[in-house]
């Protein structure tokens, strides 16, 4: 079986006996999948939130209520010829070979995760069922990115949403816009005091600023994030909204467990195995528009947007994908260089979010 198509397979499965309160059934699930019966184990157990791969899959259910949802990016203890990739080199391999993080240099983007299995991480998966469930008024919060996630149009979407217990919808461009506007105005006065600035809505990036590059972090707009604003908004209309996030990966259940305005965390693909779950089909033909797929928004364009709001000429640069050579270019802006623009965009993925790695089944198998 296919990896991506035994996790949806698995997920799915999860899921069912989460909404129908059989949480306890979930210590049989591996059984389902003979074949990869040890990574099933190891799934469940990242979905539950455990500590360790070595956890028992009870003591993972007894506690799940007081694990906090944060990507925790679990070493599988697995012995590999090859590492994943990983951008920050935060991967190594121990004397016997098996894979180890180093939790300090990691920046959730969860490549190692979608590329290979030496390691998983916790989602917010189970609370955020518990939540639709709860009979509170929920609000679903888009990540623009879901733009092609799923063969259908926006209201469609909207509608089965609401259809599988989803009060109101919202999308995070809201958000995008307020964060351009105060980024437009911050931008020219880095453009009149000759110094340059970052923008960038990738959680990945605020991560990687933060542990490894100090100076970098300074050179982020005070803007907040595009969830931020939209989810304080919501919020603010009403406060007993309960807001689930639905985005594309690992690290923006990082920034939504800082982010007191939001609930509850979804990814593209855990969503992907909730409208199966409700027999929710939007066409026979789900994964074969690929031209559509190349049309998706490979960057968010957030420069310019930014730009948009500035009243002076800027120069911008897009860095998308973080390998060797940019973490070199970052060392060198630490060091008092200067990129040859007033504005530079950073995003983890290469092509952005469209490589993120909780993207659905339809654009993981394409990009
Ligand atoms: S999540 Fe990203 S930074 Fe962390 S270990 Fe995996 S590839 Fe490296
Ligand atoms: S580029 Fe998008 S999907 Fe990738 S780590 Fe950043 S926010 Fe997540």
Not at 78 to 85: A, F, I, K, S
Not at 109 to 131: I, N, P, Q
Not at 174 to 180: E, N, S, T
Not at 224 to 231: D, K, L
């Amino acid at each position: 079986m296919e990896r991506y198509e035994f996790q949806f397979l698995l997920g799915r499965e999860l899921l069912r006996l989460v909404l129908d309160n059989r949480l306890d059934e979930i210590k049989s699930l591996p059984k389902k999948f003979e074949s990869n019966k040890e990574q099933a184990r190891k799934m469940i157990l990242a979905y539950l939130g455990a500590l360790s791969f070595d956890e028992r899959i009870e003591d993972a259910i007894e506690k799940i209520d007081e694990r906090p949802v944060f990507p925790l990016i679990l070493s599988s203890e697995e012995r590999v010829e090859t590492l994943p990739p990983c951008p920050t080199g935060a991967l190594y391999r121990d004397r016997e070979g098996r894979v180890k993080i180093m939790q300090r240099g990691c920046i959730s983007c969860g490549r190692c995760t979608r590329d290979g299995f030496a390691s998983y991480s916790r989602t917010g998966l189970v609370k955020s069922l518990k939540l639709l469930k709860s009979r509170k008024k929920v609000t679903a919060l888009l990540a623009p990115s879901i733009d092609g996630q799923f063969n259908v149009g926006n209201s469609k979407l909207e509608r089965t949403l609401k259809q599988i217990g989803f009060d109101k919808v919202y999308n995070v461009k809201y958000g995008a816009q307020m964060m351009a506007q105060n980024e437009g105005k911050e931008l020219e006065d880095c453009i009149k005091c000759s110094t340059w600035m970052i923008t960038s809505c990738c959680a990945s990036i605020k991560e990687l600023s933060l542990k490894l590059f100090g100076v970098i972090e300074d050179k982020h707009s005070t803007a907040r994030t595009p969830v931020e604003y939209t989810s304080e908004y919501i919020k603010t209309e009403d406060p007993d909204n309960v807001v689930i996030f639905i985005g594309p990966c690992l690290a923006k259940i990082a920034e939504c467990h800082r982010n007191k305005n939001v609930d509850g965390v979804l990814l593209f693909s855990e969503l992907e195995m909730l409208f199966s779950v409700y027999g929710v089909d939007f066409s026979g033909d789900y994964y074969i528009k690929e031209d559509e797929l190349a049309s998706l928004s490979r960057r968010d364009g957030i420069s310019n947007a930014v730009k948009g709001f500035c009243s002076l000429p800027a120069k911008s640069i897009s860095i998308s994908g973080i390998s060797r050579n940019t973490m070199k270019q970052f060392s060198s802006w630490t060091r008092g260089e200067k990129p040859d623009a007033d504005l530079v965009e950073i995003v983890c993925c290469p092509n952005g979010c469209v490589s993120g790695p909780g993207n659905t089944l339809r654009v993981r198998r394409n990009c």
